[in-house]
Every structure is written in C-alpha cells, then in structure tokens.
C-alpha cells in the first residue's frame, strides 16, 4: 500500500545532497556522509543539539513501536514524569550525583523570575520517580511496581556527533521496584534480553550481552547488564543498557514497603534504556559505500517503484496500481527525471527493493527488482511480485543478521596479555581475554589507548571483552 | 484479549483514595477528585508540573494513535526538533515575543559552565523549525513543506490545574509552508476539520469550529481556528487551535522560494496543535459524580470481567477464557475481595463495561453485563457476549455525542444586549450575540466578568460567541 507520508521525498530537492566519502578512507566521516546523504538528521541551531529529520525520526517510530510492544507484553504500562527535577533530587545519592551533575543543564528563571529552587533538565529520571515511588508503595500488595516512559533526555555533550552524543535525545527509561533482590536482578536481565531480541531480530544487528565492569556501571547501580554489538570498523557501541540498581536508591529516597509479616522493607529496583544511539549503531552495522542500508524490519519505506524510460501515462497508471497490490509501505516515483538520479536517492535512503517498470517491461507484464544490500537485479512477473518482495524483504533481514554475526565472529580474538589485546583492538577487534582486568589495568588501557571493557560476556565466564567504542 | 498492560490495577493498593464530591456542589473540586480517584495524574514536585500516571498516559497514547493516523494520511510525516530554543530566535519576530517572553522556562547553565547564549525550553517551535525552514526550502519544487512533531512543551503557568494548566504539557505540533496564502489558510481549516473529526467522533465531545478574535489570536498569528465545546458547567474549553500565520514568520525567518518564473517570494505558513489538555476537557464532557466516563474508542480498557461470590476456581478459569474470546481490550479482575470495591475502581476509571461472573452464572452459561454511563444491568448469554459488547460499546459512543450536543444545544442563547450576554453567561450557557464585540468592549468582559470571545462560528456568520473558559 502507498505510505502517503513519504510522498514528501518526491518534493525533497534541497537536501541529501551529498557524496560519500568510503569506508575505508575516513570511517567517522563515512558516518557523517551516510547520514546527510540519506537526510536523516543534522545540527540543531545550539551547540550539540539534534534536528531529527523525517526519514531518520520514521526509523526511531519503527523502533519504539517493537519495543513498545514488547515492554507492554511485560505488563508494563506507560507513563509521563516532568522534565524538570528539583536540584536537591539529584544530590540525594551519592554516586548519582557524582556521575550526573557535570553534565546537567541548569534552568535558573521562569516566568520572568529566578527560581527559588533551580531546575535540572532531566539527565536520566531516577530520582524523580523514586521520590513518587515513595508515596506509591506502601504494602507488598503493590509490588512489583514497573512503569516506563518515553522521554527526552538532556546531557552536555563536549564532543556532539549525530546520533551517538548530542545534547538532547530521545529515549525509553524503565523503572521497577520488587520485594526481593532476585526478583529485581531477573527482571533487569530480562529487560536485556528483550533489548537483544529487538537488536537481533528487528535491527539484524548481532550483540554480545554481558556485565558491565565497576568503572563503568551505571552512576548507582549495583550491577549494569548491556549489550555490545561491533560496528564495522571493530568498534563497539553500547547498545541498550539494564541495571539492577540494588537497594541504593529505595535507601535514598525512602522506597519502603510493609511485608506480609508487617515488617518494613526497602524494595529492590532495576531500570533499563535504551535510546535514539541506537540509530547510529543501526547506521554503522549495514550500510554501505553507497549509504544507508536498513533492515527490511526497520526500512520505513520497504520498497520503491520507479518509472523508468520515456514519461508515459500508462507507465504511471501501472506503477500506481501495481503500488496497490503490495502489502507493504510502498512509494511510487513517476517523476520525469534522470534514472540515475532517481535510483541514487532511493539506494542512499537503503530502500530495501527497488522495483523498475518501464514501457517494455509493461508490455511483458514484467518489472525488474532490485535488492539494496546485494544490488541483485532480476525480471519478476508481476502477478509474482507480492510474493516475491515478501520473499526478497526475509531473505535481507536474515542475510545483515548473519553478515553482522561473522563481522564479530570474524574480528574477535582470545588474548592472554595486555599486550596483545591492545595490538589486536589497534587493528580494528574486539579482544577477549583470560586474565584479571583490574581496575588499575583497566585505567591505564583507557588512558594509554582509549580502550575500555565492554563487558563480561554473560556465555562465557571468567573473560572479559575489550576494545574501543562509541 | 487480555490486555497486560493494565494489570497492575490489581496491584494498585494505594493509588486512586479519594471520594468524589458532586458536580452541582463544587464543579473544580469534582474536577480533581475525578481525576484523583482514576488515578490519572499529580502534581509533580516543581511547582506547577505534573505527573502523568499510566491510566491518563493509556488516554493520551489512544489519543496520540488517532490524531498520528490521521495526520500521516494527510501526507504529513513527524519529525523531532531540539527542546532548547537560542534565545535570540524568539526575538526575531515582535508579537511573538511579546506573548511568550513572559511565560518562557530559562536555562543559563549546563555542562558545569555558564552559556553564551540562554537558552529557552521552547514554548512553542515556531522560531527554531523557521529557521530550518529558511535553509530547507530553496524552490518551488520543495512546497508544500508540512511537517509534525510529538512534543513536551513548557510554559511557566501562576495557576496550574492537572491537565488544563501545568508548567510542561505534552502535544503535537505541526508546521507547514505553502506557495500561495490560499493554500496555507485552507490547509489550516483542513487541520481543524481532522481535530473536530477526532473531537466528535473519537472522544464524543461536540465542538463549535470557528475564528478567533484578534485579541485571542496565536501570538504571530494572521488567522486563529479554534474548537470550542462546552463543559458541564457550561464553560468553555479551548480544545485545539489551527493558525493560518501568513507570511509573518516566513519574513522573521527569512523563508523564501524561488518561484517558476524565477522570482523570490516569502512562503504563506500553518501552525496546528492539540495537546494533553484535551483530556481535561474529555473528564468535563462526560464524567459523572461516581468518576470518570470515558467514550468506548478512547477508553484503554473496554471491559473488565469481574468474578464475584465466594473464591471459585471454576468461575476463576472461565472468567480468564472469556476474556480470551473478546475482541477488545479487557481486564479480568478475580480477587477475592468485596464486589463493591471491585466494582467501584472500574466505575471511577470509566471502564466502558463491566462484565459480572459468579457459580451461579456460569451454571446458567450467563453473565451479567453492566454499561458504565447509564448504570444499566442487564442478563447476557455467553456465546453472544462478543456481539453485545459490540453493540453495548457503539451505542454508548453514540449517547455520549449525542448528550454532547443537546448539553451545548440547550445552554447556547442568543442575546442581543451585552446585559443579557452577561447574565446568560453568569448562569452557565454560551452566549450568542449578533452585535458587533468591539474590542473595546472585549477588554471590558475579560476584566469585569472573565468573559471571552469565544470564537465567530463557522456556521453562524456574523454571530459571536461569548463565554467564561478553562
């Protein structure tokens, strides 16, 4: 069916317009490059701030929407909690504090008047929700307590890049309260899990789940689960993190619950993210020389039909009715502009199938089909050509899931020295290693080399994984 | 099908305790006891903001779903634009200024350090996507531009009431730019029309369409649309506004395109929003002295299946596979507790139909259906309850339309005299009124009543409507 609100890309003439540079020339700028090529987000008028664009903002629609169901299929419901956090909130605990107050932005006036109390733009929303989970939980019969919310979120950011670091994004925050801290570990690992399933099974892209070392576990948390993926340039980019956060929080804000035995209690309580970063790790997992390439899942557009050869009304007419019989979010280009032109600006958008109709290929009742990732062409029938896109959409998620899979299998190596872990990761891998990764080892690799643990891979004990990130 | 989400409510012991007074004693406080008793939302800690709980969240989000649908349809794609506003932005245009300023949130610190620039947590997004506009369109073949986004939005508010007035409100929010002022102003009637098809068909709330007067214009505004339904106290309540901006903004911001014929011309723009105070004026509309009553299409739970008698495991059972074999969202509430108070957390969060299950029922393979706003009980067999839930639920969405409009019908007069405006007005009804509101003498019943110009109504040329308002 045709997805009217993409019919604005037959009108874009302003922007996308860029080349991309290669891969293995300037990976960051190849980054960039995608990213304006395919029009999906730019600098906002403030300094590190993000304009999320059309086409990029139908990609994060995508993900919410598969998260969403399945954060609901847990029985968590939605809601909303301000954005302004009154500053006392935040220094509350310790640690939270440590680790959020550099980055905070300040409002100081409102209403014409400075404010008695400033305000902190929410970098992260604990402390405002325990404070309500305080009043809201009082006997085990409310337990457990498990809310989510979809928000903005605003960190100061030194060195902004689209997607991965901007002032301002858009994320999910999960948060829980249990009775036991069994409970509240389980649930903050199956919220991980469900953060992989969308990873792998909507976004093609292969993850390694793990724990997160001391260093860099989430401001507060007692234990921080994530989820690594390896970019194509051996980096990795943490995907999805979910924290157990122990009792640190109930203690701090007075979350406190009468037991069955009438016993007063501190409750146990997890919380999980996962953000429009996503997008970037989306971007650098698939794409191409050429630009974007989506996942048919997450492709907001899952096929293009272009009219190619001489303007021709019956050319038009079949294009559009062809558009008709599709079952999928379809856009027709019938516009009378170059072939090359038109095809370019679908392949930089990773449009997964193009299909090409012209006055020839009508009269045999046949179109040409075009797959973005391999570039395969070939002649479909068109009483065929349901089935076959159907067909060709599966056959991509599956090929990026298995491309992403062996990038990692290919560039993951067993170290047992320091020294080796650093050579392999300077040439673009992720080091898994045997011995003990202390913190002091831990800060001089971060220092020396900008190289971090990433996780202690959850199926296999006793390593831990190394290499640079995002 | 069992709706998961939503089963906390049988967790949620110490939410939603508050008796409701009566509309005729003291409508404001029914107001907030209302929504107190559902469990919709409180006020937030910073003063004036609010906390969106998961029952009033599930509102907005069937709210979001119905307007998103219909916005897409219309070509419209979303998109995301940063929160924080330069602050110099919202000076390059004079009236806009002149009516935000004064309500703007201020951030002058972030990251540790004092900005170069405040930053304003935007109000409104006019001025920062103008701005963009300015880069993004170039020619012709870029208009029109139509644009929309999902959005928390902030203005500083000295008498904040959940839902109505609070200093962070959620919204959408959508922009457009057009070739020719005819079609900027009809796009702006268009966009009213597909608020007045969400307001009437969806939430059951009869609204007068019509203009603004110019002292109630959008601040930068050529043109204000407006709706217009009353509430059961016979007030009005602004419920969603559409403005034709002309080419005022589009000259600030320096928005011009290359016309065919080679000539530069400023574009003609829309602005167009509904917010989270819609729901406000949803409890107003259609709630009664035992809580809240929400429409069939906007509730989030249709039905609830209660067991009632002595703890059954048999009733227990058929109770969860009849919720199995309804195709709408349901909730089974089995605990063993008081049917009363079973009964009455239903009554209060407006759960369209209530379906009763106890040993004897089931005997007689019957069950006992309630319909929330009429109160009417009635003997169903269970292998029709489908269908009579179909038909329970579209009858009701009907009869709430239907008293909608009688309510308005019955409380509108005509008046030819400012006096008899006056006094029609102090006793709960719209006033009508042929002669001329100057706007001298609209200052007058601003200050000395708190009346307003309501709107010119579309289908009554010439008139006026006056009211007091939310």
Chains 1, 2 share one sequence.
Not at 2 to 18: C, W
Not at 332 to 342: A, F, L, N, Q, W
Request: hydrophobic share 40%; proline share 4%; glycine share 6%.
């Amino acid at each position: 069916m045709k997805a009217k609100e993409f019919e604005y890309l037959l009108r874009n003439t302003a922007n996308g317009k860029k080349d991309i540079i290669s891969r293995d020339t300037d990976f960051p700028q190849w980054y960039q490059d995608v990213i304006v090529a395919a029009d999906l987000a730019e600098n906002g008028p403030a300094k590190g701030s993000m304009i999320i664009k059309p086409y990029g903002y139908a990609i994060w629609e995508n993900i919410q929407q598969e998260l969403n169901m399945r954060i609901k299929a847990e029985g968590i419901p939605n809601m909303y909690f301000p954005l302004f956090i009154p500053e006392s909130f935040i220094h509350r605990e310790a640690e939270h504090v440590e680790g959020f107050a550099p980055e905070v932005a300040v409002v100081t006036h409102a209403g014409g008047k400075e404010l008695e109390e400033k305000l902190i733009v929410r970098p992260t929303s604990e402390t405002i929700i325990y404070d309500s989970f305080s009043r809201w939980i009082q006997s085990y019969r409310d337990l457990p307590l498990m809310l989510n919310q979809w928000a903005n979120i605003v960190r100061w950011e030194m060195r902004p890049r689209l997607f991965l670091r901007s002032t301002e994004f858009l994320w999910q925050e999960g948060h829980t309260a249990h009775a036991t801290e069994e409970e509240a570990d389980m649930t903050a690992r199956k919220m991980l899990s469900m953060y992989k399933d969308v990873a792998e099974e909507v976004l093609a892209i292969n993850v390694v789940d793990g724990e997160k070392s001391a260093r860099e576990r989430f401001a507060g948390a007692k234990k921080t689960y994530t989820l690594e993926p390896m970019m194509q340039d051996g980096k990795a980019l943490q995907f999805a993190t979910s924290h157990n956060l122990g009792d640190t929080f109930s203690k701090a804000f007075d979350v406190r619950y009468s037991a069955e035995d009438g016993s007063i209690k501190p409750v146990w309580q997890t919380s999980w993210g996962m953000s429009t970063r996503s997008i970037g790790g989306l971007i650098m997992s698939h794409s191409d020389d050429r630009g974007l390439v989506l996942p048919p899942r997450i492709a907001p557009l899952k096929v293009v039909i272009t009219t190619v050869g001489q303007p021709d009304q019956l050319v038009k007419k079949a294009a559009a009715s062809l558009a008709e019989e599709i079952n999928e979010s379809v856009l027709v280009d019938d516009r009378d502009i170059s072939p090359g032109e038109k095809f370019y600006s679908y392949e930089k958008r990773g449009v997964p199938i193009r299909i090409e109709i012209g006055p020839r290929d009508l009269e045999k009742k046949e179109v040409i089909l075009v797959v973005r990732d391999t570039g395969d062409k070939r002649v479909v029938s068109i009483s065929d050509l349901d089935t076959e896109i159907k067909k060709e959409l599966g056959s991509m998620q599956d090929r990026l899931l298995k491309n992403s899979k062996k990038l990692q299998r290919d560039n993951t190596i067993e170290c047992s020295t320091e020294e080796a872990a650093v050579e392999a990761i300077e040439s673009g891998k992720f080091a898994v290693v045997d011995f003990e990764v202390t913190s002091e080892i831990e800060d001089r690799l971060k220092k020396q080399s900008g190289i971090t643990v990433r996780c202690y891979p959850f199926n296999n004990p006793g390593k831990t994984i190394l290499a640079k990130a995002y």
